[in-house]
């Protein structure tokens, strides 16, 4: 029997595959599912702040206008109890999936202002998260920010955030950073646990005909794991942080590929949105076959196998395209 | 429990004991007093019980009618039950009323008076409603004041249990039931001490039971149904007893006494006023005043007015009083006098008689009117009634508070003379209705109410228009209850505040200050730039009366820090920081209390960004340094323009200035009759952006001007001479019309009257290739193109109108050539219904008669002071009217009968005087083709030609003929109005002429809520929406009224959305018309009320009907003539989700937001219900019909 488990951010795992944020995880029914369908841990969809405060802001135009400015109608609306626009919503699930699920839940975070990054990871903290995990992603437009200023900018967040909550930390980070292996270690200096390799996002594409620019979200494919699974080999040992990849694992293959790499743990959504929640069950059933067929014993085994330490040519993980169509040689042999 | 001080209006006063001494209540929502029926629906929402622990049902029917009929039956089954409404809707309740008191069935209705619709609509208070339902059996009890009003919907519960009468407890519309006043709250414990549990179990024992039947509701014969008639006596001649007993069970607890009479004055007065409503306090309180100053006068404030108490009377009424002045808030024309005056002549007359009156000599009564429709009534007013009652010979059937000068009915008054305490601070603010003034004057009345031991009262005034309206707030506080239900007078103002620059120049608002007040100004020019900008006027007036001069840039703040135009919670806390009513320090803390507790609901954000507001308005707030003497260039603007008709110069122009409580009674029509085409002389310059043109880049395709709400964006084809005498600026292109060869085109935009809504731009389809974001028609700043462009727009009007008969209004860019012939309404901006109503204008304008229901549509249609409705250059256009809500299909209906009917009879006529008209023009105008415009034409021609024969005949009958030839033109009906008339309160009539096969054309105005009320439910609110009285989200789904009217097989139906397909609805309007037969248009209508950005309200329109909620399709009963299916589907299969369209609409979202797993069990629903009728439809449409001659099918 292979032993599949691991340790994310300091959590056992019972397996190695982890339900990425998606919105799979907004409702306890559905997350009950991922339990039993063998996930390890759950990282709920994103609490954007930007969205409760446009929500909120937006609530309060629309209800606002047009009021108390007619006699007749004062205003528009019924005025309702409550309205579910700040984070609670949001905090009563954590709470309530940690009473229906035995596996951990990863909190998952967007914030825009410094204030409320904390704020809101304070409040998952004492909802009951078992981690955060951090998801960070600005896009510079501005010409005068430089990428130091950026990087800084993630770095002091990632240490204020740290000072506040006692809970794991992990941060989801995009591919687009000059130098990544050194932001990565200074991340994990400011008190990042665990790094997760790579943010999604919507990618705007343009309708030619219409000439309107349409925001475009495309599943991820298996092709797209190697991005990740490059960075994941390179920075395994080279930061004192647990890696999660997430982004192109749709076969057993591929999480196997990822944990040689040296992740902890592989995160998937896309797979499960497209072929069903069951999929993951395959996917175990999958792995365990493979690690059967192929004798290894557990995910401690092989984790890390591949990465660009532990293969036996570290360069293949630093060479670009047209590199690969020079013949390789060993001049070893030439004493 | 010990009770509260609360700052609240009467509406939520008198609902807040309703509802907790009730178990059913049935409403239908009717100005002013829907607000009652709204707060009892939320609380039942909310789940708050009544005193006895449960929640009331509260239920929205289809019309008041419904409403009485619901709350019969819940009273003819032993519940508590209750209504609150006003004017039509309580005249719709009468039969019910008859039935409630015949079967001594005790309620309590709860009535904002308000005035009822005869020569036109107000809703505005008065008693005529009220006075209507004197006859019910119904008991009548008045309140006074909000304290009142809330003391009184107890009092009356109450006596209603013991006497078994039922109540009507009213109180005036918006004087009252929107007065924000500071109330001592009766609790839950003072309502239960007042109710007798015994007699609710009396009412249980009553009712209507298969347990212990009985059997109501017989018929009677003139054997006994006098008998049985007279059989009530005792319950009516006790119950005035009755109520005064429970007064004084009242007064024991509460320490508020009221008697069916209050008598307030000198205990010796000589001179009485007699009255009831607001007016009461309004002349208590100058009674008071001129008794202090030595005379000796004194009020009788009616309370019970039915059953009306003669002992109770004579009781209330001094030994001394020599002459009583009887006043009415109503108009009985052809009445000996009004009601209360006959009933106090009367009781007056019976008292002494049969020795109850107190006095000995038989007073002198005079009666007058007073306040119609909400007009002021002022301590000078009731002044200018007791100087009346001093004279040996006082007029009698006065009128008081207008000037008549054409019956000499009105007394007149000192508008000077003020009662208003020195200790009392008062304040006027002028607001736009989109800054948030009044919700922050409100709030800051609660503020002032609830925190401190001052007496607090707020009062709001509103414009009629829906876009760019402007609030007046009057606020008062200070040591004692605040009893002035009357506006603010001139010069008593210690507080005015100006919220919008602009306002300076087009009202007089410095009028209110009182000399060494305060001016608060918000501008943009600081305070040692600001002197400069002002008119001649407002210099003057702070220079006269020394006012203090405070500047804020309240715009700048709000944009930094993201309120955009709301500058409400800055001038409150500007307004806080000069009147000193708190420290400044407390007040800044209750205004983020209040905040917190006004929009802590909707999030964190919200209250954030108002904190934010509230903390750099100080910084920005200053004293202006006022100069010693007038030096400004510019003066205020005229309300018109001289070229203006006289008319609308000399009448409506000062109704404009907020002016028209001066015009006398000589100026206005005498039945109700105004000219059209008035609204083009109100240039309101609301917009801040307007659109501009770019010929280079125009396809001309029509789009803009076809959905302009407002019809400020229009376009012309004419012969390039025209353009030598172009002003510089004016643009213009070649056109590429096949009808019109060699011409030129040209977009032109009217900059005063457009509203900025932006529709145009998000319906142009051309962008610049090399700039997408750059479209034919792009939005910039107005100011700076005002005075060109108006002058371009006065050269476009000029430009003639191409000939109809050149060109065929069959596509989207034809039809934009014809004239709208309604423009310029004050709908919302970027309203979804009036470029609907601006199309049948277009095609059908010259000829049609059109009945219009009551609602938004008869508002932006009919409200004065100017209206839409307009004329072409031959002087021809639409003719509107508007009846009631109720009744618009049978009103319309009734205008088909008489032109079909004079159609006949001139047909008869004319072949009757065919030797002397002519035998072929006559066989010509009778066998006329009219399917055209050019076929009207040639028939217009023709009846011209008949006209100058006719005028030379002697026959009597060519003089009848030449009265009624117009006829012989073909005319259009058009049946306008909105879904809670076509699909609620209107349906049985809207049915009957459906059903009628007659030649009309219903437009439905689908918002799908009752938008001009505020948007409650109709049963057109669609499945998963919110809505008033749908709060929880409507749980069944929309009513189908277009396939229920195609059950007929008879009826020419369309649905049509222009947003998805402006084709289709060109098309249904032509074929709508063209149909000889009733045809009925169901027009999806965005709104604000569904909670959108009504810039994006044709997208919307258009996701409507790609997610299948709102499947477009005509119905033609012609097409199976030819064999053909006549229901055609004019959309594919559903391409998005229902909740792609749905969750872009606040209506849908908020229930998302507030209760997530009932928005999705709905949302579920509402799936199912598109794809069921999706699935009928399509089955529908693909029939093959085989109709055989001799009936049945194969």
């Not at chain 1, 390179?234 to 999480?255: C, F, M, N, Q, W």
């Not at chain 2, 709204?38 to 622990?53: C, L, R």
Request: hydrophobic fraction near 40%; aromatic fraction near 8%.
């Amino acid at each position: 029997m292979v032993d599949l488990s691991t340790t994310y951010l300091g959590l056992p795992l019972k397996n190695p595959l982890v339900a990425a944020a998606s919105p799979l995880s907004k409702k306890e029914s559905t997350v009950r599912r991922l339990e039993d369908a063998g996930a390890s841990a759950v990282v709920m969809y994103s609490l954007f702040e930007e969205q409760i405060t446009h929500e909120s802001l937006a609530l309060d135009y629309y209800l606002s206008r047009g009021t108390e400015s007619y006699a007749e109608a004062m205003t528009y609306f019924p005025d309702m109890e409550k309205y579910n626009v700040g984070p609670e919503e949001y905090l009563n699930l954590i709470q309530k999936l940690k009473k229906a699920v035995d596996i951990p839940i990863i909190a998952s975070l967007n914030g825009i202002s410094t204030g409320g990054w904390v704020e809101y990871a304070r409040k998952m903290e004492q909802a009951g998260a078992d981690a955060l995990e951090l998801n960070i992603y600005y896009l510079p437009t501005d010409t005068n920010l430089t990428g130091q200023e950026l990087e800084q900018t993630y770095v002091n967040l990632v240490s204020d955030i740290r000072r506040q909550i006692h809970i794991p930390l992990a941060v989801k980070l995009s591919p687009y950073f000059t130098a990544l292996p050194n932001f990565a270690r200074r991340l994990v200096q400011a008190g990042a646990n665990g790094l997760v390799l790579f943010n999604r996002f919507f990618q705007p594409d343009l309708d030619i005909e219409m000439l309107e620019v349409v925001p475009r979200l495309e599943l991820s494919t298996s092709s797209e794991l190697r991005l990740p699974l490059r960075w994941v080999a390179i920075l395994y040992k080279r930061v004192e942080a647990d890696l999660a990849l997430t982004g192109g694992v749709h076969t057993p293959e591929d999480a196997i590929k990822s944990i040689m790499a040296g992740a902890n743990v592989v995160q998937i959504a896309s797979e499960l949105l497209s072929n069903g929640i069951n999929r993951m069950s395959e996917l175990l059933v999958g792995m365990r076959q493979w690690m059967e067929t192929f004798e290894y014993e557990s995910v401690a085994q092989m984790m890390g196998s591949m990465s660009q330490q532990a293969v036996a040519e570290p360069a293949a993980f630093e060479r670009a395209n047209y590199m690969k169509a020079l013949t390789s040689y060993d001049n070893r042999l030439y004493i | 429990m010990t009770r509260q001080m609360v700052t609240l209006d009467a509406n939520e006063a008198v609902a807040y004991v309703a509802y907790r001494t009730n178990e059913v209540i049935a409403i239908y929502p009717i100005t002013p007093s829907s607000g009652m029926g709204e707060h009892s629906d939320a609380w039942s929402a909310a789940n708050i019980p009544n005193i006895w622990g449960t929640v009331p049902t509260v239920v929205e029917m289809q019309s008041e009618g419904g409403a009485a009929g619901a709350v019969h039956g819940a009273l003819t089954t032993g519940a508590l039950a209750t209504t609150f409404t006003a004017s039509q809707g309580l005249l719709l309740m009468i039969p019910n009323m008859y039935k409630i008191a015949g079967e001594l069935t005790p309620t309590v209705f709860h009535v904002a008076a308000r005035a009822v619709a005869t020569h036109a609509l107000s809703i505005f208070g008065d008693h005529s409603d009220v006075m209507a339902t004197r006859a019910t059996g119904f008991a009548l009890l008045a309140s006074s004041s909000v304290q009142e009003a809330h003391d009184n919907a107890l009092i009356a519960q109450a006596a209603a249990l013991e006497s078994r009468v039922p109540f009507v407890h009213f109180f005036d519309g918006f004087r009252t039931s929107s007065e924000v006043n500071k109330i001592e709250q009766l609790t839950e414990d003072d309502m239960r001490a007042m109710i007798n549990d015994e007699l609710v179990l009396a009412v249980r024992q009553r009712a209507l039971s298969p347990d212990h039947p009985a059997i109501r509701g017989t018929a009677q014969n003139p054997d006994v149904f006098f008998q049985a008639r007279e059989a009530c006596n005792p319950f009516y001649l006790a119950c005035p007893v009755i109520v005064q007993r429970v007064m004084d069970r009242f007064a024991s607890l509460t320490g508020r006494q009221y008697r069916l009479f209050n008598y307030t004055g000198a205990p010796d007065a000589e001179r009485v006023i007699i009255l009831m409503g607001s007016g009461a306090e309004t002349a208590e309180e100058t009674a008071l005043y001129l008794n202090n100053r030595g005379e000796k006068v004194g009020v009788v404030n009616v309370h019970l007015y039915r059953p009306f108490s003669m002992e109770h009377l004579m009781q209330a009424l001094p030994a001394t009083v020599k002459s009583i002045a009887v006043l009415d808030r109503t108009k009985e024309p052809g009445a000996a006098g009004e009601p209360l005056y006959q009933d106090v002549v009367t009781a007056v007359n019976e008292g002494l008689v049969a020795g109850k009156a107190l006095f000995q000599k038989t007073p002198r009564i005079i009666g007058g009117r007073y306040g119609l429709s909400s007009k002021e009534f002022t301590p000078a007013m009731v002044k200018a009634v007791f100087d009346e009652l001093a004279k040996d010979r006082p007029m009698n059937h006065f009128t008081v508070g207008i000037y008549d000068d054409v019956t000499q009915s009105s007394l007149e008054y000192d508008p000077q003379f003020s009662i208003e305490a020195e200790d009392v601070v008062r304040c006027v603010f002028f607001g736009l209705g989109a800054d948030g003034t009044v919700g922050a004057n409100k709030n800051s009345i609660k503020i002032i109410g609830e925190e401190t031991e001052n007496g607090a009262q707020g009062y709001f005034v509103y414009d009629s228009k829906k876009s760019g309206s402007i609030t007046i707030s009057h606020l008062r506080f200070g040591p004692r209850r605040i009893r002035a239900p009357y506006l603010i007078g001139e010069g008593d103002a210690n507080f005015v505040a100006c919220h919008q620059f602009t306002f300076l120049e087009r009202l007089e608002m410095l009028k209110y200050a009182k000399p060494g007040g305060v001016f608060l100004l918000n501008s943009i020019y600081g305070p040692d730039e600001v002197w400069d900008h002002l008119p001649v006027e407002v210099q003057s007036a702070i220079i006269e009366k020394k006012l203090r001069f405070f500047v804020i840039d309240g715009y700048n703040v709000a944009e930094k820090t993201g309120m955009g135009g709301r500058v409400n919670t800055i001038m409150q806390t500007c307004f806080f920081a000069i009147s000193g009513v708190l420290p400044r320090e407390e007040a800044i803390e209750q205004i983020k209390k209040s905040i917190v507790k006004t929009y802590g609901k909707r999030g964190e954000a919200v209250v954030q960004q108002n904190f934010a507001a509230v903390d750099s308005t100080l910084a920005n707030l200053h004293e202006v340094k006022v100069p010693e003497k007038v030096t400004s260039k510019v003066t205020r603007r005229k309300a018109v323009p001289d070229a203006a008709p006289e008319f609308v110069r000399e009448v409506l122009g000062p109704m404009i200035a907020f002016e028209g409580d001066r015009l006398p009674v000589s100026a206005l029509p005498v039945d109700g009759t105004f000219p059209s085409a008035t609204s083009q002389w109100e240039k309101r310059n609301i917009a801040l952006e307007i659109p501009v043109w770019e010929p280079d880049l125009c396809i001309q395709c029509g789009k803009c001007v076809f959905v302009c709400p407002h019809a400020v964006i229009r376009q012309k084809v004419y012969d390039p001479k025209y353009l030598q005498k172009a002003p510089p600026t004016f643009k213009s292109i070649d056109a590429k019309f096949k009808e019109l060869p060699g011409m030129k085109y040209t977009i032109q935009v009217a900059p005063e009257d457009c509203t900025g809504c932006a529709l145009c731009v998000e319906a142009c389809p051309a962008k610049d290739k090399t700039q997408v974001g750059r479209k034919a028609i792009n939005m910039a700043d107005q100011p700076p193109l005002r005075e060109d462009e108006r002058i371009n727009w006065e050269f476009f009007l000029d430009l003639p109108d191409p000939d109809r008969s050149a060109f065929e209004p069959t596509t989207v860019k034809n039809s934009q050539l014809l004239t709208p012939l309604f423009e310029f309404s004050g709908a919302c901006a970027g309203c979804g219904e009036t470029p609907y109503v601006k199309l049948v204008s277009q095609l059908f304008g010259d000829r049609s008669v059109i009945a219009n229901a009551t609602g938004c549509s008869s508002i932006y249609g009919g409200n004065l002071p100017t209206t839409p409705w307009s004329v072409n250059k031959e002087g021809r256009g639409p003719a509107w009217s508007n009846s009631l809500f109720e009744d618009n299909a049978e009103f319309g209906l009734g205008m088909r009968l008489t032109l079909d009917k004079q159609n006949e009879y001139a047909s008869e006529l004319l072949r009757a005087l065919a030797d002397e008209v002519g035998q072929t023009l006559v066989e010509e105008i009778l066998s006329a083709d009219q399917s055209t415009d050019a076929g009207i034409a040639a028939q217009r021609e023709r009846v011209a030609v008949l006209k100058q024969k006719l005028s030379q005949i002697s026959d009597p009958r060519a003089r009848n003929l030449l009265g009624i030839a117009d006829a012989l033109v073909r005319k259009s009906v058009w049946i306008i109005g909105g879904d809670g008339w076509a699909y609620d309160i209107g349906y049985g009539g809207l049915d009957h002429v459906l059903a009628s096969g007659r030649n009309v054309n219903i437009l439905v105005l689908d918002t799908e809520v009752y938008s001009n009320t505020g948007g409650q439910a109709s049963k057109s609110t669609p499945r998963a929406a919110v809505a008033k009285f749908a709060a929880k989200g409507k749980g069944l789904p929309k009513k189908d009224l277009g396939m229920l009217a195609i059950t007929y097989g008879y009826v020419y139906v369309a649905r049509v959305a222009m947003g998805a397909n402006d084709q289709q609805t060109l098309r249904a309007f032509l074929e709508a018309d063209a149909y000889e037969g009733p045809s009925l248009i169901i027009a999806y209508s965005h709104c604000i009320a569904h909670g959108i950005d009504m810039r994006k309200g044709l997208e919307q329109q258009k996701l409507a009907v790609q997610s299948g909620i709102w499947p477009l399709f005509r119905y033609n009963p012609k097409l199976l003539d030819e064999g053909k299916n006549p229901l055609i589907l004019d959309t594919k299969d559903p391409s998005i989700s229902l909740e792609e369209y749905a969750y872009r609409e606040t209506r849908y979202r908020m229930l998302l937001q507030s209760d997530e797993a009932r928005a999705e069990a709905l949302m579920r629903s509402a799936r199912m219900d598109v794809e069921k009728r999706w699935q009928l439809y399509r089955q529908m449409a693909e029939i093959e019909y085989q109709l055989r001659e001799n009936g049945g099918s194969h």
